[in-house]
């Protein structure tokens, strides 16, 4: 993936919050520094995800389900860490690696979520088959506990994940 192309989520973040600003909206930004990141940029037309992004408000809303989420895992022997989502960095990039295996990856525009090991697929792929192969890459990869695959099929229609202008 090119410099420029990595930094387009960013770029296009700043851009946001500085419209936000000036509309009065409340600026979100990523309080849990959940990864997230873009693995390709195939398919222009294709609507950025939300992301990991919340106000101030939602944060506060957040955060005790958070750390009950992540302590539950814990709890029910499935995490040999107290707290899901500190998997969560390293996973990054072993799921980064893993899709961008996958053949015809770069013909499609593909978003990653990850929070407490849940691995969310966000974007527009070319076809059905596609979707099945980012998903069984994500899946095979230790630590992933679920992957969520919100990806639609072209770019036409509303995207089935939230999108940075909602």
Not at 32 to 48: E, Q, Y
Not at 59 to 68: F, G, M, W
Not at 81 to 99: G, M, Q, T
Request: net charge positive.
């Amino acid at each position: 993936m090119s410099r420029a192309a990595a930094l387009m989520p960013v770029l296009l973040l700043a851009a946001q919050a500085a419209a936000a600003q000036d509309a009065g909206a409340p600026l979100k930004q990523n309080w849990f520094d959940d990864p997230f990141f873009r693995v390709s940029a195939g398919l222009a037309a294709c609507a950025m995800p939300q992301g990991p992004f919340y106000t101030a408000e939602e944060r506060r809303a957040q955060t005790h389900s958070r750390l009950e989420r992540g302590t539950s895992c814990w709890l029910a022997g499935k995490c040999t860490d107290s707290n899901a989502y500190r998997y969560d960095k390293p996973l990054a990039p072993k799921v980064r690696a893993a899709l961008l295996a996958v053949p015809g990856v770069q013909k499609s525009s593909v978003w990653v979520v990850i929070q407490r090991r849940w691995v969310y697929l966000q974007g527009c792929v070319p076809s059905n088959a596609l979707a099945r192969k980012l998903e069984h890459a994500a899946r095979a990869v230790a630590d992933v506990e679920t992957v969520v695959p919100d990806l639609m099929i072209g770019t036409r229609g509303k995207p089935p994940y939230p999108t940075s202008g909602q």
